[in-house]
């Protein structure tokens, strides 16, 4: 089995808007004479060696199949919802792809994804409500491959001095109070990684936005899920308030500007892991997996890093869970051998050497759980999936995302600049509101 690629542009894909850019192969007869699938991804951590981590990580199914030839395609998560949907329209989609927990919804509404045939998946999930995501019409249609969710990771070494610990961070008014402290220090105009900013985070209205600022709301109250399902107000539910005020302590707290909050959210990796400028990154944990399941990426961030669950506000804890599925194309001509080629990528074989690269946590039970579990960072990471809330399903759900994210962005800018949540703020929250209406009223023949 031979594998071809195009990469992506180097970045974490869930954080950077970055063109694509493609790597060309040379054919030789002997590729030509060989069946190929295609295989889109998109990895937490990309860059130029993703081609070489994946064939290292396959060696064992391409002496399977040595007449297979297996044509890779890495792909950011900014622009993989567009190429997949454009992909399908033109009729030559992959024959696997992976694709987030909420895109399975409206791929299967379209009919683009093949059921899950028995005997593919063998293994209990790490967080249960994955198996109900990949569900369709009471059909499996996907099999989850990476459990996500959104969390903190902080800094140990200022942690270990300040005297600070996960038993401190557990709720708001701890986590503020540090905040508050570690700004007297800071100096939001030079990078000192000695005396680092509270948090790095951004207002960008992109998903991304949403995803990190979501627990929070949760934790004030707000119930979007049922707020979703009863058709009135969403994001100008008064419930929504505690955690958008709290919120605005925190970016006031952060020295946050305009400038700052309209970071590209790959800069703001790049901040935290190589420059020291924040003690606190909210999102996926990706690097602290990678410096357990193999400590020489540790070369990778220069200051030792932990995980932390989103602390709890009011209303509780609130965690936001995610993910990625392996799904196979209806359109696929291969479908036995395709599906044999998903179960090897979650089997144990793969993930344990593809983990080691990416920093993607498996979504089933297996050796990487086994081994490291007991260690205080995935005992947290794992009681966070676990009792994660996923979005809402719905075949519109990347469109309702972006609005919601254009929402929750123009509501942070609002803090930023000192207006109360009333007024302009919350005539803006109703005009989402009534975005989100107009999307939901559309002609969706759903099955209930």
């Not at 130029?48 to 399977?64: D, E, Q």
């Not at 297996?70 to 329209?89: G, N």
């Not at 600022?213 to 419930?239: C, D, E, R």
Request: aromatic share 8%; glycine share 10%.
């Amino acid at each position: 089995m031979s594998i071809t690629h195009a990469l992506g542009s180097g970045k974490r894909p869930c954080e950077t808007g970055a063109k694509e850019v493609s790597s060309n192969h040379t054919y030789t007869p002997s590729d030509m004479a060989k069946d190929t699938l295609r295989i889109w991804i998109m990895p937490t951590q990309v860059g130029s060696r993703t081609n070489k981590h994946f064939a290292r990580a396959t060696t064992a199914f391409r002496k399977a199949h040595p007449r297979l030839s297996v044509e890779l395609r890495v792909l950011p998560w900014s622009i993989a919802w567009a190429e997949i949907m454009r992909a399908f329209k033109r009729g030559d989609p992959p024959d696997v792809l992976q694709v987030g927990t909420s895109w399975v919804e409206t791929l299967s509404h379209l009919g683009f994804l093949a059921e899950v045939p028995s005997g593919v998946e063998d293994r209990p999930l790490v967080a249960p409500w994955m198996g109900e995501l990949v569900r369709h019409g009471g059909k499996a249609i996907g099999v989850p491959w990476v459990a996500e969710g959104s969390g903190l990771v902080a800094r140990q070494d200022i942690l270990d001095r300040v005297g600070e610990s996960a038993n401190t961070l557990g709720e708001w008014e701890g986590f503020l109070s540090l905040c508050r402290n570690l700004a007297k220090d800071a100096n939001p105009e030079e990078v000192d990684p000695r005396h680092p900013l509270p948090l790095g985070i951004t207002c960008r209205p992109e998903p991304v936005t949403l995803h990190n600022v979501y627990p929070w709301l949760v934790g004030g109250g707000w119930n979007f899920p049922a707020l979703f399902q009863a058709g009135g107000s969403m994001l100008a539910h008064p419930s929504s308030r505690a955690g958008f005020e709290f919120l605005g302590e925190v970016l006031r707290a952060n020295h946050t500007s305009r400038e700052s909050g309209a970071i590209q959210p790959y800069r703001l990796t790049q901040d935290f892991y190589q420059e020291g400028k924040y003690c606190f990154l909210i999102g996926n944990p990706w690097m602290v997996v990678r410096n357990l399941v193999d400590p020489t990426a540790g070369m990778d961030t220069r200051w030792p890093v932990t995980y932390l669950p989103i602390p709890s506000g009011p209303a509780g804890p609130a965690r936001r869970g995610g993910g990625s599925v392996l799904a196979v194309s209806a359109r696929s001509a291969r479908r036995e051998l395709t599906w044999e080629l998903v179960r090897f990528l979650i089997s144990d074989g793969f993930m344990d050497t593809w983990t080691q690269s990416s920093g993607d946590p498996p979504a089933h039970e297996g050796s990487l759980w086994e081994r490291h579990g007991e260690h205080p960072d995935l005992v947290r990471l794992r009681t966070s999936l676990a009792s994660a809330n996923p979005y809402p399903s719905h075949p519109m759900w990347t469109t309702i995302e972006r609005v919601l994210a254009r929402g929750v962005s123009d509501l942070l800018w609002r803090l930023l600049a000192g207006e109360p949540l009333d007024g302009k703020a919350l005539a803006a929250a109703n005009a989402t509101d009534e975005e989100l209406h107009s999307i939901l009223q559309l002609a969706w023949d759903i099955a209930p």
